[in-house]
T-cell receptor, first 112, second 115 residues
Framework: QKEVEQNSGPLSVPEGAIASLNCTYS??????FFWYRQYSGKSPELIMF????GDKEDGRFTAQLNKASQYVSLLIRDSQPSDSATYLC????????????FGKGTMLLVSP | SAVISQKPSRDICQRGTSLTIQCQVD?????MFWYRQQPGQSLTLIAT?????????ESGFVIDKFPISRPNLTFSTLTVSNMSPEDSSIYLC????????????FGEGSRLTVL
């Protein structure tokens, strides 16, 4: 049974702070890792993906992957109130048949 | 990205009835998926909609309950059959523009309430 675990939150941070969102996964064969953002009442949208160990930066977002520890995180620098949303971690075996296993998400609240 | 249109956006249904959700994409895509998001839960994959052949269902989902059609590379339907209150959920169509990458784009979802 593949599992993706996230703290449900809410994670509350003040505007301008760094928000750190964490995710662990159970399947060691997982190859691809994704972060989706879901605003209340809206559908998820992809914000980051990472395939290799280490850090990947895209603007204010940094994804970090540690396959040995089966751990992936998302850092949001200079958090803005518009970043308030639920962040879903998703994992794929990416073995030629691409399906994702999603975590339940962490709610982030950025206060002005 | 892709523009993904789902209909209906929401509906209230009676127990025992069936409802078909439509998903239209503005470009041809190989991979289309149907997900379910129950209240307070994350997304669960129902099935992969295969063009010209039977859908591939995930564990816990069966064709009799969730028949899927995929007549071409831009359109798919999901039917929720013989509905019960437990089927109240948001149903999401998603596409993968680059096959086998896991980078999904989602429709706006269809929120079903079963009374």
């Amino acid at each position: 049974q593949k599992e993706v675990e996230q703290n449900s939150g809410p994670l509350s941070v003040p505007e301008g702070a760094i928000a750190s969102l964490n995710c662990t996964y159970s399947d060691r064969g997982s190859q691809s890792f994704f972060w989706y953002r879901q605003y209340s009442g809206k559908s998820p949208e992809l914000i980051m993906f990472i395939y290799s160990n280490g850090d990947k930066e895209d603007g204010r977002f940094t994804a970090q992957l540690n396959k040995a520890s089966q751990y992936v995180s998302l850092l949001i620098r200079d958090s803005q109130p518009s970043d308030s949303a639920t962040y879903l971690c998703a994992v794929s075996m990416n073995s030629g048949y691409s399906t994702l296993t999603f975590g339940k998400g962490t709610m982030l609240l950025v206060s002005p | 990205s892709a523009v993904i249109s789902q209909k209906p956006s929401r509906d209230i249904c009676q127990r025992g009835t069936s409802l078909t959700i439509q998903c239209q994409v503005d470009s041809q895509v190989t991979m289309m998926f149907w997900y379910r998001q129950q209240p307070g839960q994350s997304l669960t994959l129902i099935a992969t909609a295969n063009q010209g052949s039977e859908a591939t269902y995930e564990s816990g989902f069966v064709i009799d309950k969730f028949p899927i059609s995929r007549p071409n590379l831009t359109f798919s339907t999901l039917t929720v059959s013989n509905m019960s209150p437990e089927d109240s959920s948001i149903y999401l169509c998603s596409v993968e523009l680059a096959a086998y990458t896991g980078e999904l784009f989602f429709g706006e979802g269809s929120r079903l309430t079963v009374l």
